[in-house]
């Protein structure tokens, strides 16, 4: 890969030739010897020399990265004693077979260039002196071993950017292009910086490497290039300005915009070695993440014309000072349409012609440290958009990590692995989550990566569009389709978001607590706020239950009023005196009626009114007889099955003798006067009362009626069924997060709501839930609120204000 355009052919690698993953884009001959000893001498070179091949040799196998690499070289100098092999083994670095692995590799890198370099003095040397110095020859070894440079600064060796003399050209290519200098090499072509005489500015100009016939390959591979990168016109795609022949030596060449020498790779090095150094800047991961937009935009461009890159990582993304991001390298690319074809100036051919022949077959095209399963396990007929997604995604946790996806994957494998072996290992592993190697990644972005980089390909996004959106919604701080974030971040979102909404509520929960004091608005505050929210709305719902309850009850009040009151009634306690009582007719007329003519309106007047009121269970007339006993006279009631209405015959009617009553039943009964009526929850009231139904969900409206000398005559009872209406009020308007039990006056729970539902409940006491409520429930206690101001409130609920019609509410408010 050059400095400055990053172009690598990358289709002319020879996969079988590297041991480990990393693509001999630039597998630098390593350069002369600077001294003209022996061959064994010269293969050695020297120190600096074998420290640089020791130490790209090692970041091409892929057991290190450049910023471990940078990490210890910190504590070492290269004009001291120790070797670089020696002093990452006594740091740990790398193991003891990795080191071996590592020197012999290098050392096969300095034997064949020493042999190149050699050779090429003997040939051109022709009894003349050599033209190159001990010192040239130095630089220029240092040079071919790392043409860019980079490894050397990061060892502190000097500048290696001496130019060989076939490095330097002066030649014309084509009609108008002088070629300056060389940027780079590849196994395809050369790229030269060269200047447009025409429009008298900078251009880089790649020309194929070799001589080839009319139908090789290789320019059928260099042409295709070409024509790829021409046809994508955008902003953010290197633009090609000529394709031609070079007249004078034959060779194709290609001709592009000059992009300079910094790529993404260079950004993300600089941020992360800032970030470890305590340097964090966020405004480099903002400009990182924009250029990564781009890149996505070029890409999801590429894609509408069928054509899949198959080689992106952060080299191939080119960066200059003022923010345009280029992509480069379209060596690799694939048209993906389809008929499989590529259609150009009339002429059809493959779509991929790196699949076409047997034996291409399964190959294994791209990088590795940024590949997709797919495409590392060689199903070609597998690879489009998804895979060019996975390695964005794989950028992206370049960006977050400083290092590639599958490095692990590769800095796991065992030394001498072929390079089988360890795509073997990609298309298995799993990549680890950015977060877990850096903490402080944003959760967001963490899942963002996970997602384009999923194994499964349905999983991931299903554009580069949708990635590029997505990293969009993250910089605009809108919430990301990839992560959902916990309750209380989405709280503070909310309250972000509707900030008149969150004031009103801090204001009304200031004004109920603590008198108004103003509360500063800010995300722990608002939490707290809403608590509060939920525990005065706990309290006013327990109000509401009281209100409603007593609005249900005094509506059997005034039925009870209404029923005694008619005339009907004193004809019905007439007639039991004396046979027959005078009683209106319906033409409105007076007239005397029968005691089971009147029994038979009362029994009627009963069953309306249980119609009416759909909440009644019973309505019924008794009398006391002599001797104190109690005998029904008439009784309607509704039936358990389908709720009818129904007159209960005679013979099923109740009595009661005397004997049976105790002292509280015949208290209640004789303390009624005229137009009083007692309320009685069913379990507070005595076994003499005459009651159907006893519940504390039941209450009994109990009203007395007289004869004509004032005596007591006999009784006329309501009993109301509070749980429907419980129910009703429960699911229409009880609060959120809240659970409301009903309990009896003694704290036995009766009735829970809880998550929309209402389920009775037996045998259980609220004080075993609720025990700072002990107090509360506890015999004679007369408290009518009890409340800890987070998360329990209690209210004793005092039906029509009587003792005997008592009940219990408790609110349990959840909080987050």
Known sequence: MSDLMKTTDSSATDEGSAAMPELEQTLAHDGASPSAGSDADTAKGTKQSRDLAFAVALLKMGHANVRTLAGAAKSWTTHGNLSLADHLFEQKTISADQRTAVQRRSQQMLTSIAKLDRNARSNGANGNKDPMTSSDREQH????????????????????????????QDRQVGSRYTLLRKLGQGGLGIVWLARDQNLQRYVAVKEISREVAPGDVALDHFRREAEITGRLEHPGIV???????????????YVMRFLGKRTMQDAIAEYHERREAGNDDPMMLHRLLSALINVCNS??????????????????????????????????????????????????????????????????????????PEQASGRLDEVDELTDV??????????????????????????????????????????????????????????ICVK???????LRYESAKALEVEIERFIAGTPVHAYKPPTKQRLKRWMADHPTATQSLLLATSLLLIGGAAIAYTARQGRSALQQARYASAQEFTRELEVNLNFETEGMVRNLHFVSELPLMEAVVASHQGGTAIAPQSDGSMAEVGPVELLNRQAHLFGGLLK??????????????????????????????????????ERDLLAREASERDEEGTQVIHSLRPDDVVLITNDQISE??????????????????????????????????????LEELFTAVAPE??????????????????????????????????????????EGATASEFGDGSKVFARRVQLGGSPKAQLGIIAYIQHD
């Open 239 to 253: 633009p090609v300005y000529q394709y031609g022949e070079d007249e004078a030596t034959g060779k194709s060449f």
């Open 688 to 725: 003499n009362v005459p009651v159907n139904n006893r519940s504390p969900l039941v209450v009994s409206g109990v009203q007395a009626t007289f004869d004509s000398n004032g005596l007591l005559f006999g009784l006329n009872i309501i009993e109301l069924d509070l749980r429907s209406r």
């Open 299 to 372: 890409v999801g461009h590429a894609h509408s014309r069928k054509v899949i890159h198959r080689d992106l990582k952060p080299e191939n993304v080119a960066l200059d000072e003022f923010g345009q991001v280029t992509l480069l390298d379209w060596g690799l690319a694939m048209i993906n349409d389809a008929s499989g074809m590529y259609e150009v100036n009339g002429r059809t051919e493959p779509g991929d012609l790196h699949s076409v022949g047997s034996t291409q077959v399964g190959r294994v095209l791209g990088t590795p440290l940024y590949m997709a």
């Open 737 to 778: 997060r809240v659970t409301i039990y009903v309990t009896d006056i003694a704290g036995s729970i009766v009735l829970q709501f809880h998550n929309g539902r209402v389920q009775a409940v037996d045998n259980a006491s609220i004080t075993d839930e609720f025990a700072q409520l002990k107090t509360f429930f506890a």
């Open 612 to 649: 009416a009121n759909p909440a009644y269970l019973v309505a019924y007339s008794c009398i006391e007889e002599e001797g104190g006993g109690i005998r029904e006279l008439i009784r309607s009631e509704r039936s358990g099955v389908g709720r009818r209405v129904f007159r209960v015959p």
């Open 452 to 458: 384009a980089l999923s194994s499964k390909r349905y």
């Open 390 to 447: 996975f390695a964005l995604g794989g950028i992206l946790y370049a960006i977050l990590t400083g290092v590639a996806p599958h490095q692990s994957a590769i800095e796991d494998a065992e030394t001498g692995s072929s390079r089988s072996d360890i795509m073997s290992q990609i298309v298995a592993g799993e990549v680890v989550p950015p977060i877990k190697l850096v903490p402080s990644v944003p959760p967001e972005l963490n899942a």
């Open 141 to 168: 070894w240092l040079a071919q071993l790392d043409p860019n440079g980079k490894v050397a600064k990061l060892l502190g060796i000097a500048d290696t950017s001496v130019l060989s003399q076939d490095e330097v």
